[in-house]
């Protein structure tokens, strides 16, 4: 068996890190990397710190508008597949790489199995949404991380083709969580302790792209009592400067960095008392670690997190940040992503199709 796996994002590069491995086990992988991520911080080091292979193929599309970095991810997947001429190919998550993977495979009549099927946020004003839909009805292998997303697949009509597998995420999280207590020296060279400090990311265009929306979020967290372990995405730190923000970041109590590894990232967040973000792989890890989580979003696809009070979504309510970070007391704490062998499950439901 061949797979061509096609990444190109941070968050794809760890949920392949749970199943190429074992995947090698039994079948011939092809890794392709689009290039949609291609800062060093953003792409290479998670190849590193996961031990993830080396792609094969590199496309190096780099940054554009959404039908730019789509059709010409398209182009350059579609030649691969043709030279490599794989039983499946494997796409992660909701981006423009996991489309254009998708589209170009059922193009040429290979069969594709996404992981993270089912997701919803039910706002198809986010590209993200649009992505996850159409990969889902292009694939023929869907697995699913949760209950709530196999409901939304069956509710699409896509049940035969469904699998609950859990989520690969939870896998590698499981695997280096035991670590992560060993690994707190990052705290005092970001100068907060643990539980003393709230951790903020935001990269989405529609917090980002917006200068009042950007500079609403920003003297909201300022009012936080703690610091504000602040991990800039490069697009983000763009916009920052471009809107004449930089001043209001330094005025207030922000500790700026860099975008973190996986294993750093994952100290910030296991130490902190509260996370603000607008991402959706960070909510997901809040949760497995058990750390209270406010989203900057109207909606989540993760909204099992919600409904058990760990989450809460903002929206526009950028003046109660404050008193919300302040009131999530959630009790209950169910396991929602599997026990850590998504990736197992993967492998062996591609072994028994071929």
Partial sequence: ????????????????????????????????????????????????????????????????????????????????????????????????????GALAAVKLHIPVAHVEAGLRSFNRAMPEEINRVLTDHASNLLFAPTKAAMDNLAREGLSSRAILVGD??????FRVQPKLKEAQDELGRWGVQPGKYALLTL????????????????????????????????????????YGLGKVVQAYPF???????????????????????????????????GVPCLTLREETEWVETVALGWNVLVGDALGDVLERAEEIHPVEHPDLFGKGDAGQRIVDALRSVV
């Fill in 255 to 289: 500790r700026c960095f860099a975008p973190f590894g996986y294993r750093e990232m994952l100290v910030a967040e296991a130490n902190a008392r509260v996370i603000l973000t607008d991402s959706g792989g960070v909510q997901k890890e809040a949760y497995l670690l």
């Fill in 203 to 242: 990269h989405r265009p529609s917090n980002v792209d917006d200068p009042k929306r950007l500079h609403q979020i920003l003297l909201a967290v300022s009012k936080l009592k703690e610091p504000v372990l602040f991990p800039v995405h490069p697009r983000t730190q763009e916009r920052i400067w471009k």
């Fill in 1 to 100: 068996m061949k797979v061509v796996t096609v990444v190109g994002a941070r968050p794809q590069f760890i949920k392949a890190a749970a199943v190429s491995p074992l995947l090698r086990q039994v079948a011939t992988e092809v890794i392709v990397h689009t290039g949609q991520h291609y800062d060093f911080n953003m792409s290479d080091i998670f190849f590193e710190e996961l031990e993830l292979p080396k792609p094969d193929y590199n496309l190096g599309i780099g940054s554009g508008s959404h039908g730019f970095q789509t059709g010409r991810m398209l182009e350059g997947v579609e030649e691969v597949l043709i030279a490599e001429r794989p039983d499946w190919v494997l796409v992660y998550g909701d981006t423009n790489s996991t489309l254009a």
């Fill in 168 to 173: 690969v995420m939870a896998d590698i999280l």
